[in-house]
Structure formats: C-alpha cells, structure tokens
C-alpha cells in the first residue's frame, strides 16, 4: 500500500519536510485556494506538483476536487460546471494526479459536534454527539422536522442541553459543524445555514440520486479517456444531516452508485471511520465486497454509542477491525497483481488522529494533527508489513 498523507499546502501549518519525517511517501492534497465551481489551472497544478515533488513526495491522488453544490441540487443550466470540472480532470491528468476524491454530501463534509472531546492522558479527538446535533438542529437552527430523526430521550436531552447551555457552548457547537468544510470558502453562521437548506426545499433522496447520477453520466466518460479515478468519499457520519439526504452510506448505497455508472473508474474512497460510525456497516464485509472499486483508502476508527454518538478512537482500537480490513486490501492490491496492473498499490493515509503531545503547542487543521497521524501510520505500516510478513 502507499503510505500517504493529507496536507492543505499553504494553509497547512505542517510542512512538507516535517512530512518527510514520517515515512509517508505520497501527499494528497488539493488547490483549497480556488472556489468551488472554478477550473484549476494547469499551471496553479503543475506547481503544486512541482513543489510536492522537490520536497521527494509523489502527488497522485487529489482530495478533494469539490462538486458544486448546485450540481448536487441539480439546479439551472450546468453544462459550464460540468465543462470546468471535465477542464480541472484533464489538468490533473497532465500532471500525472489520476486519483480523484470527492463527495456528494449536501451541504455540509464530514460533521462532528466536538472537536476537543478529552481522552485518558490529556490527548483529545474528535465526536459526533447525537444530543449536541439534535440541540444545534432543533434549537439553533430551529428546524422542527429534526424531532423525527432523533431518538426521543435523545430529543429530550438535546432540550436540557440547549436551556442549561452558554451562549460560548453554542458558538463552540456551531464552529465544530462547520470545521469539516475544508479550505477558506463556504462556512455558514446560522442564518446563512437556514438559507442554503432553503435551497435544498424539495429535494429528497430520488432526487440527489437523480443529480448523483448525471454527475457521473458527464464526468464518467472524461476519467475513462484520461484514465483517471473516481474514488467517492462516503458520507461522514453515514446518516441524513440537517434533514438533507445522504445517498453514500453503505454497502447499499455503493452498490447502487456503482451500477448506476457500470465503469471501474467509478469508485470508491474507502473510508473506513465513515462507513464504521453506522452500526449497520461491517467495513471489512463492505470493503471485499466492492475491492475491485477502492481506489484510496482513509483508515481510521471509531467507538459508537447506543444513541448515535460516537467518538474517534485511535486507528487500532474502536469497532473495526482495522486488520481484517487491511487484510483485504491487500488481497485486493495482489489480485490486481496477478492481473498484471502495475498500478496495484492502493494509496491511503492515516485518516484523522487524536491530538497528542506537542500537537497541543501549535495551531493545526481540525483532526489533522502531525503527531496523532504520525501514531496513526506508525500503527497502520505495522499492521501491513505483519499482514504481509515483510
Ligand atoms: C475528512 C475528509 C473529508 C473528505 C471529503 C472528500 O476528514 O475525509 O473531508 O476529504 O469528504 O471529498
């Protein structure tokens, strides 16, 4: 497998020598610089690339090239985001970048409640806490259909929270939601939230399918003649946020995906701390059954709780079995092998990590810290080298 690691280029306060110190020997990274929507331009990339390889990396896979939100509402004439998305692939082909990770999350990326929750020692991680989601939805947001999502002694708590709550308890909540939008663009205060979910009015699930799929039909085509890979992130957690539909939450939903567009180049980012948080997911069972599509993998883990919360565990410990997994990547990664694919390895990185150490000391990107992944790797190339008896 191909030891990566996730660097934001100049927002990144972690540089690439720092990186260099971790083993890892691929980055992935994106041009956060530029508005959704926009083409990346073949030289802004090719100095990306330029930089990353003289600090000795390789950059193959891009995380993320984002998909405009009105691609996924499906609204107006959108054959120009379409064209610019076609331009920005190409250009990333030309550089050699030929792995493609995006998602189709409505709205909001990946969504946590906390992203300081403490862990034994002093160390912190990141959580998702189902009664804090349901306060912000219900009594920040005011949005009343929220009710139906939650449990109702969930509800009931998320009432006591938000009565016994500061006006900093709730400013912290609101700053948590919205860390997972990576990049400078696109963070919402509350009225603004309310605003774009009035966009979404009347979109359900058929309907992001629907989008879903006509993103794929115009995409689809461009990355079989470039050769690239499509590698769609799950959602993160696994479950409708804010009451806006998620379409890639498990072994049903990929299974749809990937016949809605019959393509190897339409695949999969296997992120295992994203399809872990549903309890109905068995990431390992999940990850066999559509090998052939996992084109990057995040690996990660996390420890559920019966209400819905859950926290981010370090990579070894949690509810997956982050051996079994990489078990099958790498029976994935010797099937392509055999098949005569020089491109067999898998890129994937140490998703995440809980802040330790002298990650406390300095300002980092939030779940990124360099001390926490570095542990996370450390674990993660232990596994593979004894899994691979290496
Ligand atoms: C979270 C990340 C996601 C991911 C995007 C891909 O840490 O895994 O933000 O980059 O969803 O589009």
Redesign the pocket.
Known sequence: MIESW?WYGDLDNISLSEISQTGARAIVTALHEIPYGEVWPAQAIAARKARIKAAGFDWTVV??L?VHEAIKRGEGDLSRLFANYRQSMANLAAQGVDTI???F?PLL??TRTDLAAPVAGGATCLRFDAVRMCAFELHMLGRQDAANDYAQDVVVKADAWYQASSEEDRSALLAAIMA?I?GAFDRYDIAGLRQELLAYQGIGRDEIRTNFKRFLDEVGPTAEELGLRLA??PD?PPRNILGLPRIVSGGGDLAWLFSAYDSVANGL?L?S??LGASAKNDVPEIAAKFADRIHFA?LRNVAKEPDGSFEEAAHLDGDTDMVALIRVLLAEQERRKRAGREDHLIPFRP??GHVLLSDHCRELVA??PLIGRLRGLAELRGVIRGVTGA
Do not use: A, F
Request: glycine share 12%.
């Open positions: 996730r995380e993320s984002p990770c995006y998602n999350m990326d990946w997972g990576p769609v992130h993160d980012t992120c701390g994203s995040h998703d995440h779940g990124y």
